[in-house]
């Protein structure tokens, strides 16, 4: 009988031998050419004899495990088959759905079932398989698991059938998966869950519960306000923001809806059938035509290329708008036709769903004529994403692998985590403050209302005589319900509309960002983006910035300069003092002869840069059309996502080898003799930022292997076995401090058996579904070893434009700058010289791999610690900036091993004294460079100064994807969109074009932002402490009796309407000083640091001015109706009256005391300004002159006109105004002559200027002038 071909075919040759199979539960047994499984002893299963019967195995082993609901039995034929449930449960982890076995038949089946519990104690048994075939096979069979060494069982993967079609006889059993559909979902709500999920949503949020609570003690039990003064502004609240994300989840739907019902073409019987793109399911054969976006993520077949290759875009998903190459599968590229399509015999297995647009593990079963399949890995280069468009390709034969909510695109809809913005931390401990007090003053006044009531005679006045059920209640439930009253009447100390006016103004403020034409890059046609407005006002908070060297501080635009090889240098042309010699021949040396015979190492070394990359060769012709001829004369334009491949095989170009192309799997170049050479491409050994080289082995037409390795000179030279190494060492750190970047190249043959064990290693990492990056990384770790050195490359990265401004800039601003990098230390040093971040005064300190070697890491810290502290102190923020003469400079250098080194747990516990010890000499010096870092090293570093004892706002700048994590680290995260892909845009909270617009980023935005933040946060806070301290007065005068001093209109409008639009005015567009101030003095920055103006002692201020002016408006109202003040008619003034004087004064006081904090007046504020206060008035006047039918009493009919007919009102309204804004105006002019800030000091400077520029006729500023304007393309 044929065996049952196992579900995971190990496509290692020395697996399929045809060896009798061993089995045994041993795991890391090594296959040695002879198959092995998993098996579990008798005894795991009660099982005593191996020879039991079919019915007590039946027994013993189906019933037991049917009962779990794992796994069910089909009874068919005579044939019991069970079948593994696709989620598993209890203590035993199955992989998903399969046929098992069945329990009659002489034919052997294997099982795909695992049970980890069963492997994990079962006894080891090895059987040959003539005795499976025989007694033991009844009970062997069901337990015996198909792996070979080191093979994993996935119980993370799926498993889809292409075109839903059932694997040939022989293969593995079809079992129908439940996947969903492809319809895409990005909305929140539907019609009928909007309103209980919206207010669920709202109510999580503290404020909004607070008022919600005091709402509903409003409604249950008698206080002195009405439930609507809670209740409108919540409603208010509530609704606004319902109705925004309503709209928004609107929009959602309608564009969900556009999606799902756009027109898809898939192979269906052979034929091309077109049906919505909603009704796509998983393993469905898709045709996308030529700009069409793709519907679903798509394996790719086929296309009308006859390379099987085709062209996307993915701007929707990454924002890159160059083109990328896909590859199609090896065993079906030649599948051209609807019916070659649908007769395909195939299986994919890949890994379940995830978001990184960037990584896709599987491989692909095809099953031929043959019994055995062929197996090929897949790769992100062969999976096309939902979103992305098929370009410069007629078309292409997909099957559809993650649909709907699993597609790629889909996954990225969810949020980063969100970070929260030191003002924000901030605010909310405000928040605390602000109830406790709110609870102190509702329990000072329970306490004083029963002391105050203990007399016999103040307990029932005439007019508040209790019923004899409230004499009746417990005294607890009266003080209770009394303590409550008193928190609603007080409870407008907490600002309820603080929230929507700060979420508002990061919103609204965040287009200012955008909107800044000076930030706006020509050459690459791109802007800045804002990806989250939480943290605008971090951006002014920033005291570490954190910065990759390559493409942020640099171009990234490589330019080869020179070449060295055997130890001998080569230059594309004659180089005289820096300049090009005219007439210069392509290849010129500029040292000793080599000798003979270097010309065979000179050639390679040249074949070697052109064969050892990942370059495509840019095709302008028609679509699917012919290239132009090779000998066309036409020169190369060459793709890559590193621009120092690019570099390199155009320097090498110039040296007289050129590489045209790679067509049908072969490398094509052109020699010095224009003889054309092709290699054929057998492996890549792509290139990763933790080996730091890549790898390709090609065959030439001779029949020669060769394997070509480059990569970073401490990457290389280990593996080197021959070469002249101390020449070419010498050379490249000549290179490195001249600041170019250096790569090294070698190579080795391989003989045809060495091939085979290389290809049958790679191969099988590249198809394991789990690990399958760390076996690749062992694979090439075996593979890239006993190397030939042939020589070094130079590359010259240029620095930006005005990278050194902004970093020199940044450190006036009392910002330290650290430089994260991979380069080796020589070139990055060399590259801080010239961006200024190191100066020639400064004294490197070197913690480096090389120094450790030397001396023991604990004698190196204390020993550049000992000579950092020698001067005083450490190095604060504002010395920092302006180092004296005789103040020593000081910067470190460290690089990737010595901080593995200090972060490295020991067993005595001295890792954190390392660290702290490591830190402390960081606080002293001005600037720090990090070399040799590994992508994760760098979001160390970030997260060891971030975690440290000061807790400073940490920063981090990149463009590559290299650098995400370290942007996701830090406080706050700003991508450069740059030349090597958008990861590191898209994972920002921020994105600049360059990195010299983080100058104005961080000094003028920032600046700006946090001021602002900043005094929207206090004023609200200071307004409403002088709206309700005058009620905690009031209940001194009225007995405690809970008696509002303000009409039910006035609580409720006063937050929401009086006072609300001029402060999101002033915090949208104040400007202290001028954006050029801001820009020119650097130092201005430092006023800010530290969270400045959210301090305790600010916040006391502020709190404290609040309760002054709370004092003025009540008492200085109070002295004037002692004398019982009689209007014209004759009445006297009431309580009503009384509290309108007091709301009138408190109205206008916090409106023009917000008017004397506004340095930058525009129309705009005074239209708002001077528009509240009038609004003010205009209300108050009809809410009092019209009787309000829906009113049940009229108590404030008459009162304000009352007022303002009162000549005594009028003057005690403005003395009052007067006096409470006196101190504010004392303590600014009192400051600003004896301790002026250095912003304070600007703003005089500014004046005087201004004062003596200023001449009759000028005009005023334009409206256009004064608001930030969107830029136009």
């Not at 609240?237 to 925004?244: M, S």
């Not at 949020?415 to 403050?433: D, G, P, T, W």
């Not at 006036?812 to 020639?840: N, S």
Request: net charge negative.
């Amino acid at each position: 009988m044929r065996q049952r071909k196992q579900p995971f075919p190990d496509p290692r040759p020395q697996c399929g031998e045809r060896e009798a199979p061993v089995y045994s539960t041993d795991r890391e047994h090594e296959c040695t050419g002879a198959r092995r499984f998993l098996l579990c002893s008798p005894r795991e299963v009660g099982v005593n004899s191996a020879r039991e019967s079919r019915e007590s195995l039946e027994s013993q082993w189906w019933a037991p495990w049917e009962q779990t609901g794992l796994l069910a039995v089909d009874r068919r034929g005579g044939a019991d088959v069970g079948r593994a449930r696709p989620e598993p449960r209890g203590d035993l982890s199955l992989t998903e759905s399969r046929e098992l076995w069945p329990l009659q038949g002489p034919e052997t089946r294997w099982s795909s079932l695992v049970a980890s519990e069963a492997l994990a104690t079962g006894a080891s048994t090895e059987v040959r398989q003539p005795a499976l075939q025989g007694e033991l096979s009844p009970l062997l069979t069901p337990l015996c698991f198909p792996q070979c060494a080191g093979e994993e069982n996935w119980v993370d993967s799926r498993t889809i059938y292409v075109g839903h079609r059932e694997p040939p006889p022989g293969a593995e059993a079809y079992i129908l998966q439940r996947h969903p559909d492809n319809r895409i979902v990005s909305s929140k709500y539907t019609f009928w869950n909007f309103i209980p999920k919206n207010l669920f949503e709202q109510f999580r949020r503290i404020a909004n519960f607070y008022f919600l609570i005091i709402f509903l003690v409003q409604l249950i039990i008698d206080t002195p306000t009405s439930p609507v003064t809670s209740g409108l502004p919540l409603f208010f609240v509530i609704t606004v923001t319902a109705i925004k994300q309503g709209y928004e989840d609107w929009l959602r739907h309608k564009a969900d809806n556009a999606m799902n019902q756009c027109p898809v073409h898939f192979i269906q019987h052979g034929k091309l059938v077109r049906k919505q793109s909603r009704r796509l399911r998983v393993g469905d054969i898709v045709m996308v035509k030529e700009d069409e976006t793709f519907p679903c993520d798509l394996i790719f077949l086929s296309s009308s290329r006859a390379d099987g290759t085709c062209h996307v875009t993915t701007a929707s998903l990454d924002g890159e708008s160059s083109h990328k190459t896909h590859y199609a599968v090896q065993d079906t590229k030649g599948f051209h036709t609807e019916e070659d399509i649908d007769g395909l015999h195939a299986t994919i297995e890949c890994e379940q769903p995830q978001p990184d647009l960037y990584k896709f593990v599987g491989r692909i079963n095809v099953y031929n004529d043959r019994n055995d399949p062929v197996v090929r890995p897949l790769g992100s280069e062969n999976l096309l994403l939902r979103g992305a468009t098929l370009k410069n390709t007629e078309k292409i034969f997909g099957v559809a692998v993650y649909t709907g909510m699993e597609t790629k695109m889909a996954l990225n809809y969810q949020s980063k985590s969100q970070k929260r913005s030191a003002v924000e931390k901030s605010m909310n401990v405000f928040l605390i403050v602000y109830l406790c007090i709110l609870v102190s003053k509702a329990l000072i006044n329970t306490v004083l209302k029963y002391v105050w009531q203990s007399e016999p005679f103040r307990d029932e006045p005439w007019y508040n005589q209790k019923t004899e059920s409230e004499r009746q209640r417990n005294l607890f439930l009266r003080a209770f319900t009394d303590f409550l009253a008193f928190m609603v009447l007080f409870n407008y100390i907490i600002p309820v509309s603080m929230y929507v006016t700060v979420e508002m103004q990061k919103f609204l403020g965040s287009y200012f960002i955008t909107w800044d034409e000076e930030m706006f890059d020509e050459d690459s046609g791109e802007g800045p983006l804002v990806n989250t407005s939480d943290l605008n006002e971090e951006l002014g908070q920033v005291e570490y910035v954190f910065t990759d060297k390559t493409g942020t501080l640099t171009e990234n635009n490589m330019e080869f300069k020179e070449c060295c090889i055997e130890g001998h240098v080569y230059v594309p042309h004659a180089v005289c003092n820096g300049q090009v010699l005219p007439g210069a021949s392509g290849i010129d040396m500029i040292d000793s002869s080599p000798g003979a015979g270097a010309r065979e190492r000179e050639e390679l070394f040249f074949r070697a840069l052109c064969l050892c990359h990942t370059i495509q060769v840019k095709d302008d012709d028609d679509v699917d059309g012919p290239r132009k001829s090779p000998d066309s004369g036409k020169s190369c334009v060459y793709i890559s996502s590193s621009p120092d491949e690019v570099a390199l095989v155009e320097g090498v170009q110039r040296l007289g080898f050129t590489y045209l192309r790679l067509k049908d799997n072969y490398m094509e170049i052109v020699n010095r003799e224009n003889d054309v050479e092709r290699f054929e491409l057998l492996e890549i050994l792509s290139f990763d930022s933790v080996r730091r080289r890549m790898s390709v082995i090609v065959k030439s037409a001779t029949g020669e292997i060769y394997l070509f390795c480059k990569g970073a000179d401490s990457s290389i030279f280990p593996r080197v076995i021959e070469g002249k190494v101390d020449q070419i060492r010498a050379r490249v750190e000549r290179n490195a401090v001249e600041g170019l970047r250096t790569l090294c190249v070698a190579y080795k043959r391989l003989v045809p058996e060495e091939y085979e064990s290389v290809c049958a290693l790679l191969q099988a990492a590249k198809v394991a579904l789990q690990d399958r990056e760390r076996k690749l990384a062992e694979a090439y770790e075996h593979i890239e070893k006993d190397l030939i050195l042939l020589g070094a490359t130079a590359v010259e990265d240029r620095l930006q434009e005005k990278a050194a401004d902004t970093i020199e800039a940044l450190q006036k601003a009392g910002i330290k700058v650290w430089v994260l990098t991979g380069d080796k230390m020589e070139t990055a040093a060399a590259t801080c010289y010239a961006c200024r971040l190191f100066r020639r005064s400064t004294q490197l300190l070197e913690l480096t791999t090389k120094r450790i070697e030397e001396q023991s890491l604990h004698d190196v810290l204390f020993e550049l610690s000992k000579t950092v502290l020698r001067h005083s102190g450490s190095l604060t923020r504002d010395s920092f900036s302006g180092l004296s003469a005789d103040m020593q400079d000081y910067g470190l250098i460290i690089d990737g091993a010595a901080l593995s080194l200090i972060m490295k747990p020991r067993e005595d516990g001295s890792c954190g004294n390392y660290r702290e010890l490591f830190l402390e000499i960081c606080r002293n010096c001005s600037a720090v460079l990090c070399c040799r870092m590994a992508p994760l090293q760098k979001a160390q570093i970030v997260k060891l100064i971030k975690l440290s004892k000061e807790h400073p706002i940490t920063l981090a700048i990149g463009d590559g994807a290299n650098d995400v994590s370290m942007i996701l680290e830090a406080h706050v995260g700003i991508g450069v969109i740059g030349k090597e892909g958008r990861q590191a845009a898209r994972n920002s909270d921020y994105a600049v074009p360059k990195f010299k617009h983080l100058k104005k980023m961080l000094l003028v935005h920032g600046h700006l932002y946090y001021i602002r933040i900043s005094e929207l946060v206090q004023y609200f806070f200071y307004k409403n402490v002088c709206f309700i301290f005058p009620q905690f007065l009031y209940q001194f005068f009225c007995g405690f009796s809970q008696q509002t001093l303000y009409d039910t209109a006035y609580l409720t409008l006063y937050n929401i309407s009086f006072t609300s639009l001029p402060i999101l005015l002033y915090s949208l567009m104040e400007q202290h000083v001028s954006i050029d101030t801001l820009r020119r003095d650097p130092s201005l920055y430092r006023d800010i640091a530290k969270n400045a103006l959210l301090r305790w002692r600010v916040f006391v201020y502020w709190t404290f001015l609040g309760v002054f002016d709370a004092l003025v408006f009540f008492f200085g109202a109070y002295f004037m109706f002692e004398n019982t003040t009689v209007t014209s008619n004759g009445q006297i003034f009431g309580n009503w009256t009384f509290g309108t004087l007091v709301f009138t004064v408190m109205v206008f006081t916090v409106t023009l005391k917000l008017a004397l904090d506004t340095h930058y007046w525009t129309w705009i504020n005074h239209f708002v300004i001077w528009g509240s206060l009038l609004f003010y008035v205009v209300f108050s006047l009809l809410w009092g002159g019209i009787i309000w039918p829906f009113l049940s009493y009229q108590r404030m009919y008459y009162v304000f006109i009352q007022l303002l007919s009162s000549g005594p009102a009028w003057l005690v309204i403005v003395l009052l105004i007067t006096v409470s804004l006196l101190p504010d105006v004392l303590k600014k002019v009192v400051c600003r002559q004896l301790w002026p800030s250095a912003t304070e000091r600007v703003q005089q400077s500014a004046k005087l200027k201004a004062s003596v520029a200023a001449a009759p006729g000028t005009d005023a500023p334009l409206v256009k002038d004064l608001l930030p304007r969107p830029r136009h393309h």
